[in-house]
């Protein structure tokens, strides 16, 4: 009988802790996701009132800027949420004010979007009419955008990723001068960002995590309000310590995004985004997502693949003459270029261009200075068929590396058999490519906060580069390409007016992506590369007209070709001088020295 009355007590006890349990459970609250988007609604439907006002007041009215500036702090509440639903409209509405030409219908749109609207204001070189039209068209994107806030549920798959952008666009683009290159507001625009996302965390995932982590709801909040203190302390454009606000105020927001969305428990990653989610900043090794940049007939290549692709990358069997390699052009010791102002074919003679870099190369959406190929498999494929090259057939397999007895174990153990073409060739040569990548520079150790070695030089240089000297508007940080972020979708091709040698007399005759459709808009275009390692890849310019960075340094200084005389209607560069003194243009090269990360270097003789 005791016995009994004991099993009864376990029972009951066991019952009550289990009940205790499922009802803490219960009293986890739910996002309020309708909320959420009601404010993301709220703030486009006021940022087109403000537009509407500004169209009243006219372009030399008092409150024209006072109207703009409105007009654009809502947007940035509302721009998480409605650019992840559309990125095309969004990315137009607050993109450069450039020119556009559509490869579907082949019409070269005017500019237009905030960035336009923001010159006419600022600049007051645009008519009535012109300006009118401007804010017509910037009005009707924005309609379009509310139509999808409006339709569009929001929830925690569309939240997590939008959040995730909009706070890359922060680091990246708002405090370069990239959203607003004439005004400077993006400084005091990512303050208005951060604390909107204060306000659409407390409608959504706040609740959950002050059930689950309280402290870490009170860390973010805390991180969150420091940050928002930093900008109100000095926002100004050219001053503003862009180093200090990424690495103390920044990367504490980004890590703790990353664990209150680990601790919220409602979503898990995708991986078909440019982003690893579980990266704690934006500058780690494993920042970004490779498949998402890699041809889908070509991901998550094995170790073995890769293996094989570092072999066939070395040897000059590949090329019908025997004499060049992949390494022949790209050597590991000049950071994957080869050192000479322009690339050698096959019988040592010079090319047109000069020879970039394979490092992150994985991470672009166009190859070739002129951005003739989508894909590195793309890229590859052209050395293969390119008579001055490699001259040999792709759907050809060339049996002469088999030579070499060990490529045939190397080749099963791969891909499972001998190929018969040499698409496996050029697949494992593009797997080996992919993986010379790297984050793991002096800037990255110091931006992350991982060493303090930074020198006042690098870190003025720094600030220079994401600021003053407008650098990072096309170099791209972190990446320092041209890959445009948040979206990473496209490969930004830029006319700069390069001269023909280092006299800077004369403009470059290379007509550049010019090829493609015959447009003036692209003549003397170029893809942005990235200058991660430029340290090692003089000389510089598609041509390789500059030995120095001095030398590339002098020329953007002085406003690009425009600058320097050349009748370039099209320049995408800003005519005006930068007007960088001695000691910046050295801290800025001081910088950029700080981007070597060649783990490989002493690997290949």
Same mark, same amino acid.
């Given at each position: 009988m005791t016995s009994t009355i004991k099993l009864l007590s376990i029972l009951t006890l066991v019952t009550i802790l289990y009940s205790c349990n499922k009802s803490k459970e219960e009293t986890i609250p739910l996002p309020n996701w309708l909320s959420a988007q009601d404010y993301y609604l709220e703030q486009i439907n006021t940022s087109i009132a403000y537009l509407d006002s500004l169209k009243a007041?006219?372009?030399? *009215?008092?409150? $024209?800027?006072?109207?703009?500036?409105?007009? =654009?702090?809502?947007?940035?509440?509302?721009?998480? !949420?409605?650019?992840?639903?559309?990125?095309?409209?969004?990315? =137009?509405?607050?993109?450069?004010?450039?020119?556009? !030409?559509?490869?579907?219908?082949?019409?070269?749109?005017?500019p237009v979007g905030f960035q336009k609207i923001e010159e006419s204001v600022y600049d007051k070189e645009t008519t009535t009419d012109e300006f009118n039209q401007e804010l017509y068209v910037t009005t009707g994107m924005l309609h379009i955008l509310k139509k999808g806030i409006a339709k569009r549920e929001l929830n925690a798959h569309r939240f997590f990723i939008a959040t995730h952008q909009q706070l890359f666009r922060i680091v990246s683009l708002g405090i370069s001068g990239f959203d607003t290159p004439v005004s400077h507001l993006g400084i005091n625009e990512s303050k208005i960002s951060l604390e909107s996302l204060n306000t659409v965390y407390k409608y959504t995932i706040q609740p959950i995590?002050?059930?689950?982590?309280?402290?870490?709801?009170?860390?973010?909040?805390?991180?969150?309000?420091?940050?928002?203190? !930093?900008?109100?302390?000095? $926002?100004?454009?050219?001053?503003?310590? =862009?180093? #200090?606000?990424?690495r103390d105020f920044m990367n504490p927001i #980004? =890590?703790?995004?990353?664990?209150?969305r680990k601790t919220s428990n409602i979503?898990?990653? &995708?991986?078909?985004?440019?982003?690893?989610?579980?990266?704690?900043?934006?500058f780690e090794d494993d920042t970004f997502n490779l498949n998402y940049f890699t041809p889908t007939t070509n991901r998550s290549p094995t170790e073995k693949q890769i293996a094989l692709g570092q072999k066939l990358f070395l040897d000059p069997k590949l090329s019908?003459?025997?004499? +060049?390699? /992949? &390494?022949? /052009?790209?050597?590991? $010791?000049?950071?994957?270029?080869? *050192? +000479?102002?322009?690339?050698?074919?096959?019988?040592?003679?010079?090319?047109?261009?000069n020879t970039p870099t394979l490092q992150n190369s994985a991470f672009q959406k166009s190859f070739f200075w002129d951005g003739r190929a989508n894909s590195l498999l793309d890229q590859i494929s052209m050395v293969f068929t390119n008579n001055k090259e490699f001259n040999t057939n792709v759907h050809e397999f060339s049996d002469a590396i088999l030579k070499d007895s060990t490529y045939v174990k190397l080749f099963k153990d791969a891909y499972g058999s001998i190929p018969e073409n040499n698409i496996t060739v050029i697949k494992a040569i593009s797997s080996y490519i992919s993986t010379l990548n790297g984050s793991n520079s002096k800037f990255d150790q110091n931006i992350r906060g991982d060493k303090n070695t930074y020198t006042e030089a690098e870190k003025l240089g720094y600030n220079l580069f994401t600021g003053k000297a407008l650098c990072a508007t096309c170099h791209f940080i972190p990446l320092t390409n041209g890959t445009v972020p948040p979206f990473f979708t496209e490969t930004e091709r830029e006319v700069i007016g390069v001269p023909e040698t280092n006299k800077n007399k004369k403009l470059d005759d290379d007509l550049g992506f010019y090829w493609r459709f015959k447009e003036d808009i692209h003549l003397g275009m170029f893809k942005t590369p990235t200058i991660r390692n430029i340290e090692l890849t003089a000389p510089y310019m598609h041509n390789g007209v500059y030995n120095t960075l001095e030398e590339v340094m002098d020329f953007y200084n002085n406003g690009g070709g425009g600058g320097l005389g050349f009748n370039l209607s099209h320049q995408t560069l800003p005519f005006d001088n930068l007007n960088l003194s001695e000691k910046e243009v050295k801290s800025i090269i001081a910088f950029m020295k700080t981007l070597t990360d060649n783990p490989v270097i002493n690997t290949y003789k």
């Open positions: 007041e006219g372009i030399n *009215g008092e409150k $024209s800027k006072h109207y703009f500036t409105l007009a =654009r702090a809502f947007f940035k509440k509302a721009e998480p !949420y409605a650019s992840y639903l559309n990125p095309e409209v969004g990315h =137009r509405a607050n993109g450069p004010a450039l020119s556009v !030409y559509k490869e579907d219908n082949g019409k070269t749109l005017n995590i002050k059930v689950k982590d309280t402290a870490l709801d009170s860390e973010f909040q805390n991180n969150i309000a420091k940050a928002v203190a !930093y900008i109100e302390t000095n $926002s100004d454009f050219n001053t503003f310590d =862009r180093f #200090t606000f990424t #980004t =890590r703790n995004w990353v664990q209150i979503w898990e990653p &995708i991986t078909t985004t440019p982003f690893n989610f579980d990266a704690l900043t934006f019908a003459n025997g004499n +060049m390699a /992949c &390494i022949t /052009c790209h050597i590991p $010791s000049k950071g994957y270029a080869d *050192g +000479m102002p322009l690339n050698l074919d096959n019988q040592g003679k010079p090319l047109q261009r």
